[in-house]
């Protein structure tokens, strides 16, 4: 028990470290890259390479965490993370900056589902609260986004391309942190079977699991919105009349309501999660019907409840998925999960942008917003419903 603590600890802290490592440069990563002299064309094929090697790897690295050390694979993605930051501060040219977004979308692949997959499982063999871990992990991947953002910008201002030193230090802080501290479970036997046959236990598992698929299902979902969102909300907040020097301050508040909506304490009881469902239903359809016709400040706040409302929706999907899914297939099933996902983000990134060449961007966006409500509604329903016949 104590060594576990200990590991959660350690968890925290690396988790941290690397989500501030990483987001130093958000702020200002597209003056960056024009520093670099890559063009927007050139910025836009680097962000994809990153992308297409996450989905291209990120499952496989999920199976390999089911069959192999978490803790190796963990250490592997700092690695991949530390040439990130190197190949950024000595490279100069769009091929150079290729393979750092390649390595970066690699070590993010190599992170999901290992050593938090591995607590997940700890903490359902202790019988201990699996929410409030992954409420405390998104919480500080949000507090980590908000003092990277921040601190990073000041810092690319004040010492240029040299931040991703600091960026450097605090991913070698983590691996060691993870390297000397960090006791794996014993109970991960390795190379229990072949890459093809945990592939085949796992399809099988998430075929048989109704909880799984509706949570798979929910994610999918949950991508029409928030890429929407991600893409869109600048632009659609100039349409609507905001101004664009108090962008940042918007950035913020939305990191802030995704702090609050992992902070909500999950109960599943059954009339508790039917009054709740109205509750989110109403406001939800009030909420998009207010977005399309009400004023600005309407608007604003009719648009920071969602964001908080898809956002609980996720954290609730982590939830249940991780509650629901096997020891011997959570990372594999994490990973599928994931890229799942991401081939729904770019589902709707493509669903967008052929759009937008025909309608304005508010319609676009609400378009998104209608199709990832009524689906994610429907999921709900059918989730709880089943744990009500489950009981």
Request: charged share 10%; glycine share 6%; net charge positive.
């Amino acid at each position: 028990m104590q060594q576990l603590q200990k590991n959660i600890k350690l968890f925290y802290l690396a988790n941290v470290l690397t989500t501030i490592a990483t987001s130093l440069p958000h702020a200002v990563l597209t003056v960056l890259l024009f520093a670099k002299g890559l063009s927007l064309t050139q910025i836009m094929l680097v962000q994809a390479t990153y992308n297409l090697v996450i989905l291209l790897s990120e499952y496989p690295s999920g199976l390999l965490g089911d069959l192999y050390s978490r803790k190796k694979l963990f250490l592997g993605a700092k690695v991949f993370f530390s040439a990130l930051f190197l190949l950024v501060w000595l490279g100069n040219s769009f091929e150079m900056m290729l393979l750092a977004w390649a390595c970066y979308g690699l070590a993010m692949a190599l992170e999901s589902g290992t050593l938090d997959a591995e607590l997940i499982n700890q903490l359902k063999q202790q019988q201990m609260p699996v929410a409030k871990f992954i409420s405390n992990t998104n919480r500080l991947d949000f507090i980590g986004l908000l003092l990277g953002g921040v601190v990073g910008s000041w810092l690319y201002y004040s010492i240029g391309i040299k931040f991703y030193l600091v960026s450097l230090g605090l991913t070698i802080v983590a691996f060691l942190a993870i390297k000397y501290g960090y006791r794996e479970a014993s109970t991960h036997v390795l190379a229990k079977q072949s890459l093809f046959e945990q592939m085949k236990t796992g399809i099988t598992e998430l075929k048989n699991s109704k909880q799984l698929r509706l949570m798979v299902g929910l994610t999918i979902a949950g991508q029409f919105f928030f890429q929407a969102h991600y893409q869109l909300w600048q632009a659609l907040f100039l349409v609507q009349g905001f101004n664009k020097k108090e962008f940042y301050l918007y950035y913020v508040v939305f990191q802030l309501i995704s702090l609050g909506a992992y902070s909500v304490p999950l109960k599943f009881e059954t009339i508790s999660s039917k009054k709740w469902y109205l509750v989110f239903t109403f406001i939800l359809l009030s909420s998009c019907i207010l977005l399309a016709l009400t004023t600005k400040l309407n608007f604003l706040l009719c648009y920071l409840v969602l964001v908080f409302i898809f956002t609980f929706f996720e954290y609730f999907s982590n939830v249940i998925f991780s509650q629901t899914v096997s020891q011997d297939h959570i990372s594999s099933l994490t990973s599928f999960r994931s890229s799942c996902g991401r081939l729904a983000a770019l589902v709707s990134l493509l669903f967008s942008s052929l759009l937008l060449h025909f309608l304005a961007v508010k319609i676009v966006v609400m378009l998104n917003f209608v199709l990832a409500i009524s689906t994610s509604l429907v999921i709900i329903f059918m989730t709880l419903k089943s744990r009500h016949e489950a009981q």
